[in-house]
């Protein structure tokens, strides 16, 4: 499950496909992929070699 949030007002919407719009602020378009907090590993983070 994806989860989208509103560039526009901020509002987060899980949904499997792309929402038209905004169910929060009625936006269109504005709905942009979040990625999951959940499973989701920082691609930052560095591996300490031994
Ligand atoms: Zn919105």
């Not at 901020?10 to 929402?19: D, I, L, N, Q, V």
């Not at 942009?32 to 930052?44: F, I, L, S």
């Amino acid at each position: 499950m994806a989860v989208w949030k509103c560039n526009s007002c901020g509002a987060t919407k899980e949904s499997r496909c792309k929402p038209k719009k905004c169910p929060q602020c009625g936006a269109e378009g504005s709905m942009v992929k979040e990625e999951a907090k959940e499973d989701t590993p920082k691609k930052g983070a560095k591996r300490k070699k031994s």
